[in-house]
C-alpha cells in the first residue's frame, strides 16, 4: 500500500468540490468511502469529514470541536460510550506529532460554513486538543479541537484560541493570522506575577531553566482558555511550570487531586500560601482527561 | 515612572510617521532620544530603532537580524566586543518571555524597507532568538533575529524560519501567514526516524512521556534551520529532546562537547550507534552560545 500523505494533495486547490463521498476517496482527498476518520493509530490521520452526523459537532470555520467515532447504532443515534481506538486514537496521534488533517465539509442545512450539496476540500488543520464528555445523548464521546492552519481570525483571537495570551493592547485588528513561536509563550501580566511567585520554579518538579538572560517558566492553565472550555486567565486557573509539566498538563498525562497530589505521575503540587488555586478548574480538568 | 508598554499604543497604528526621534518618543512609541534598544533587563525590551546605524544588520521586512549595542566609538566604527549587557539583555528578556518588541524604522538608503525620510513603526516583532559571533569589524557582537507577528511569509517559509518543519507538499501558497501551535512541532519525515530510534526517549535525560495517543518526544535541530544559520533537516543534525531540553539547547543553557558530553548541565548526549551526528554543527551551536 502507498504511503499515506499527510498535508495538501497535490493538484487538488482548498475549494475542490465533489459530487460524492467516492470521487473525494478517487481524488485521494480522503480515502475511506465510510468512516469520518482517514488514518491509523501508527500514522496518525491524514483527513477527517465533517457531515452533520454527530450532535455534538460545533463547527465555527477556523475553530472546529469535531466529535470521534463509535457508539451510534445504524440509525446514526449515540447509544454507547465512545473509546480511544482506531480513528479517535488517530487523530490524538496527529496531535501529539503535529500532522496536518485535511477537513473536507459535507452538505449539512444546519452548517453555514458547509458547502450546499456535495462534498468540499477546506485545507489543513490541527489538532489542538482532545478530551472527553458527556455527550448530549448522556454518552460519553471524546472530542477534538481542530485550528486551520491558515487561519484568517485576528491575532489576539487566535493566541487565546490556542492558549497563547493575548497582546496588552490594541492589537485585535483585522489583519490575517499570527505568527507564533514554536514554545516561546506570551505571558499575560497575571502570568509574569505567578512566575516570580515561585521564582520561575516549577511547581511538578522544581526544576530551575537559567538562561543567559534570566530564568525560564512558562504560565500554564488548568482550565484551558479559548473555546469550547473558555477558562479564565486569572491566577487561580494559572500555574507555574517547565515546558515538560505544561505539556503533560495539557496532554493529561497527569491531573491533580483536591488535595494537590499528582495523579498519573509521582508527587504533589508545590503551592505557595499566597496562591489560591480552583478546585473548580482542576477537577474540569481531571474531568476531561480522567 | 509609568509602566513600560508593551505592544501596541492606542492612536498610533502601524505605518505611523514621525520626523524625530522625538517626536517617535513623545507619541511613546519608542522613548529613549538616543538609545537603539528601549527597555531593561528585568522588564524586557519594548522596543528598537533600525537605522542603519550597524554594518551588520540585515532587514528582510518579516525577518530582522538586529546588531545589539555596544562597542562603537563616536563615529559609529566598532572597536571593541559588545557583551549581553543593558539593551542587548533586555532583548534577550523578551525573547524568552515572548513578549512583542515594536520596531521602528529609519531612513537608510541601503534599506528598501526604511522609509524615505524620518521613521517609520512597522509593528511588533518576536524576538526568535539570539547569539553571538565576530561582525565585520572583527569584534564579537550580539544578534537578535525578530520575526513579525502578523506575518506575510507563506506558511512554508515561516514555519521553517521559526524551526518548525514545512508541510510535506504543495502547501506553499501565497497566502498570509500561519497559526502554529503553541508547542507541537509539526515533524519532518526525519524527525519521525530519530524519534522513533530512541524510542521517544530524550537523549539528554532520557525521559520518556507517554500521552493516551502515544509517546511524545521533539526533534530538535542543532544547527538552527532558517535564517541566517540556514542548518539542514538531516538526521546528522537532529536530536531526540524532551521539551525542556529542546528549549534549553536552543536558548544556550548546554552545549554539546565534541566527545558528547554536555556543557552548562550534567551528563552527556544519549548516542545510538546507528545516529551519526555531525561534529560540524555541534561546534557551530557551541560557537553562538559559548
Redesign the interface.
Known amino acids: 500500500m502507498a504511503d499515506r500523505?499527510?498535508?495538501?494533495?497535490?493538484g487538488v486547490p482548498i475549494g475542490s468540490t465533489f459530487n460524492t463521498r467516492k470521487e473525494a476517496a478517487a481524488a485521494g482527498i480522503h480515502k475511506p468511502l465510510q468512516a469520518g476518520i482517514s488514518g491509523s493509530?501508527d500514522d496518525g490521520s491524514d483527513s477527517i469529514v465533517i457531515s452533520g452526523g454527530y450532535e455534538d459537532d460545533s463547527d465555527t470555520g477556523d475553530i472546529i470541536i469535531y466529535t470521534g467515532e463509535g457508539g451510534q447504532n445504524d440509525k446514526g443515534r449515540q447509544v454507547a460510550d465512545q473509546q480511544?481506538v482506531r480513528g479517535n486514537?488517530a487523530l490524538?496521534?496527529s496531535?501529539?506529532?503535529?500532522?496536518?488533517v485535511r477537513v473536507i465539509r459535507g452538505a449539512d442545512i444546519k452548517n453555514p460554513y458547509a458547502p450546499e450539496t456535495g462534498y468540499r476540500y477546506d485545507g489543513?488543520y490541527?489538532v489542538?486538543s482532545?478530551w472527553h464528555e458527556i455527550g448530549k445523548s448522556g454518552f460519553l464521546v471524546y472530542r477534538f479541537k481542530l485550528?486551520?492552519?491558515?487561519?484568517t481570525?485576528p491575532?489576539n483571537k487566535?493566541a487565546k484560541e490556542?492558549?497563547?495570551i493575548s497582546?496588552?493592547?490594541?492589537?485585535d485588528?483585522p489583519?490575517?493570522?499570527?505568527?507564533?513561536?514554536?514554545?516561546?509563550?506570551?505571558?499575560s501580566k497575571l502570568g509574569?506575577e505567578i512566575k516570580k511567585l515561585y521564582h520561575h520554579k516549577c511547581q511538578v518538579c522544581s526544576?530551575e531553566?537559567?538562561?543567559?538572560?534570566?530564568p525560564?517558566a512558562e504560565a500554564a492553565h488548568i482550565k484551558p482558555v479559548g473555546k469550547p472550555h473558555n477558562g479564565p486567565d486569572r491566577p487561580d486557573n494559572l500555574l507555574c511550570l517547565?515546558?515538560?509539566h505544561?505539556?503533560?498538563l495539557d496532554?493529561?498525562?497527569y491531573m491533580i487531586a483536591d488535595d494537590l497530589s499528582l495523579v498519573g505521575i509521582e508527587g504533589s503540587l508545590n503551592k505557595h500560601v499566597d496562591h489560591e488555586i480552583s478546585i473548580e478548574h482542576i477537577r474540569y480538568h481531571r474531568e476531561m482527561f480522567n
Do not use: W
Open positions: 500523505i499527510f498535508g495538501e494533495i497535490e493509530k480511544l486514537l490524538a496521534k496531535e501529539i506529532d503535529g500532522l496536518p489543513l490541527l489542538d482532545h485550528i486551520k492552519i491558515d487561519s481570525l491575532p487566535l490556542l492558549d497563547l497582546l496588552p493592547t490594541g492589537s485588528n489583519k490575517r493570522a499570527t505568527a507564533t513561536s514554536q514554545r516561546i509563550i506570551r505571558d509574569k526544576i531553566i537559567n538562561t543567559n538572560a534570566g525560564y517547565c515546558p515538560n505544561h505539556l503533560m496532554k493529561g498525562v
